[in-house]
């Protein structure tokens, strides 16, 4: 179903109905662009309440970063207490812990009240303890958590792992297969009158202070709205406030051909950095990591990576049978952005940062951003608010954007093959014809894909990504196909010609 990357996930074969692009101007009260989890809810929650809603996808419903997920449900998985206590307080970390917490809940009750069969399960997470952590670290942790009213069990043995590995039990944590999830609540928009539009990719937002925004899509058909909702995992509607408080890692998954029924099915993370992440699909056991930073090529075959650790910490495991991978923004303070787009007094409404916990994120964000446009109080909106500036990251800020401005040295490096015929075949590489520089596609024989290789975004040079046949902008994580075309933002264009 992906038609971006060119790995499918565990999820391919559950996908939700299509709909037909957009061919005509429409206005509407709402405007959702992006029917990833934090679209299709804020599309959901808002119908609820009574607003005329449509929804705009630029691809397929579901096809983001919620087709890649591993779909923990969990309260704490990216970052520790102790460092969001650290960079937050204690007030702030508890708030942060309660917005996972009711997020998972709400998501149980829309499975119950709207009937929508998505395999969701209650059970047990357990955070242990990597090679960086000494147990006295997890009782700090536990004691971190504690002062902030979160009560975890120290287990000095963990279910699956071997013997003598602590760990910190997270109880009534969940899982769920997403893109089930998506495809019921797609099923009640259709009942709540939510115009849905697929294949219909937005190129340009009018951020002007007026009531009425219009959005104008690639085909030049227009939607004008009274809010706008911008639900594209980053946002299309700023072009750099957001951007330098946000990063863009990749982060690969692997599962695994398990034979027999697991004693106890459980979720676990670890402490290491970038830490693994385990949960079961049926008869898989899903392992993720490996994240590196977007267009930034590791050393080791993150594949590799993940089978090598799983193989030596999980003996039952046979086969690989599924491995793919995918994108997430990591926000320099660890909290979302959620709330009015930065810098303007418009309609517009943004729902980003969600690290690797953008099934929760996307849900409270669906909530919160609900609140905003009826005007309501929401205890998260200040915690969460887009408008604030870095301050309790402020080194993670400066180091992520040194490694940014770095990535534009390749303005001037030399061509990465002689001729474009030494490339291989179904591969990509950079090549310099004075002073431009293009990114070469070889498809098969002939058959080549030459491009400008400089982003349209702010103008970093993209990089090859073998994994997904695709070319990555090592600078705010844009993503373009073979041929050019922009498949994840923020770039709103494709790649020129050179
Ligand atoms: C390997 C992996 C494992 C993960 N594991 C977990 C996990 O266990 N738990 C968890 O909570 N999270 C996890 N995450 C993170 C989570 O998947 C994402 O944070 C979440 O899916 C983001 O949802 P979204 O709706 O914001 O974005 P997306 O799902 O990416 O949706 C955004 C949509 O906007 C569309 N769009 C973009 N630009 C435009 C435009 N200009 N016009 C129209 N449409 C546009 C895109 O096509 C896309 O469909 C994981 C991520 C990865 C990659
Ligand atoms: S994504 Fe910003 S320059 Fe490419």
């Keep these: 179903m992906n038609t971006k990357d060119r790995l499918a996930s565990i999820w391919e074969g559950s996908n939700p109905p ?9 206005t509407t009260q709402v405007c959702v662009v992006g029917g990833g989890i934090a679209g299709v809810s804020a ?25 890649r997920t591993t779909a923990h449900l969990t309260t704490q998985l990216e970052e520790q207490f102790l460092e969001l206590v650290k960079m937050h307080g204690k007030e702030s970390t508890r708030l942060f812990h309660e917005a996972h917490r009711s997020a998972i809940q709400t998501i149980e009750t829309i499975c119950e009240t709207e009937n929508i069969s998505c395999d969701f399960k209650r059970l047990n997470g357990y955070l242990f303890r990597g090679e960086n952590f000494s147990e006295k ?36 944590q969940a899982q769920f297969n997403p893109i089930k999830y998506i495809s019921g609540l797609v099923r009640v928009l259709g009942d709540l009158g939510v115009s849905i539009f697929e294949g219909t990719h937005i190129r340009h937002l009018n951020n002007t202070q007026s009531d009425l925004t219009t959005l104008t ?28 408080k946000q990063f863009a890692y990749r ?13 106890e099915e459980v979720l676990l993370w670890d402490t290491e950095d970038p830490y693994h992440y385990v949960r079961f699909v049926g008869d898989t056991l899903v392992v993720g990591g490996a994240d590196h930073r977007t267009g930034q090529s590791p050393e080791k075959d ?32 660890q909290l979302p952005y959620i709330g009015k787009n930065p810098g303007l007094e ?43 500036a870095p301050m309790h990251g402020v080194g993670e800020y400066m180091m992520e954007n040194v490694n940014v401005a770095f990535q534009y040295k390749d303005w001037i490096t030399p061509s990465q093959v002689k001729r474009r015929e030494d490339i291989p075949e179904d591969s990509g590489s950079l090549l310099r014809d004075g002073l431009s520089k293009s990114c070469v596609y070889h498809a098969q024989g002939e058959n ?12 970093g040079i993209v990089h090859w990504n073998d994994i997904e046949k695709t070319w990555d902008c090592p600078c705010h994580g844009s993503r373009f196909n073979t041929e050019g075309k922009v498949i994840e933002g923020p770039s709103l264009s494709n790649l020129l010609e050179p």
């Design 346 to 388: 418009s309609n517009i409404f943004i729902i980003t940062g969600a690290s690797g916990v953008g099934m929760t994120t996307g849900t409270f964000g669906s909530l919160l951003i609900s609140d905003l446009i009826e005007g309501k109080e929401n205890p998260y909106a200040s915690l969460f608010d887009p408008n604030r």
């Design 18 to 26: 299509g709909f037909s692009p957009l061919e005509q101007n429409i």
């Design 217 to 244: 899509t690639d085909n030049g058909f227009e939607i004008k709205a009274n809010y706008v909702v911008v639900a594209t995992d980053t946002p299309i509607s700023t072009r750099f406030s957001i951007h330098s």
């Design 448 to 459: 080549f894909e030459t491009k400008s290789a400089v982003c349209p975004h702010l103008g």
């Design 137 to 172: 670290n997890l009782l700090e942790e536990k004691k971190a958590a504690h002062e902030c009213g979160i009560e975890l069990d120290f287990v000095a043995e963990t279910p699956l792992l071997r013997e003598g590995i602590s760990s910190l039990k997270f109880e009534n």
């Design 251 to 263: 982060t690969y998954a692997v599962a695994f051909q398990v034979s027999q029924s697991p004693m």
């Design 43 to 67: 599309a959901y929650q808002l119908a609820k309440r009574g607003f005329k809603v449509t929804l705009i996808e630029a691809f397929q419903l579901a096809s983001g970063q919620t087709d």
């Design 302 to 333: 993150p594949f590799y990576e993940i089978e090598d650790w799983t193989r030596q910490n999980f003996s039952f495991v046979g086969d690989v049978c599924w491995k793919w991978s995918g994108q997430v923004f990591e926000p320099a303070d």
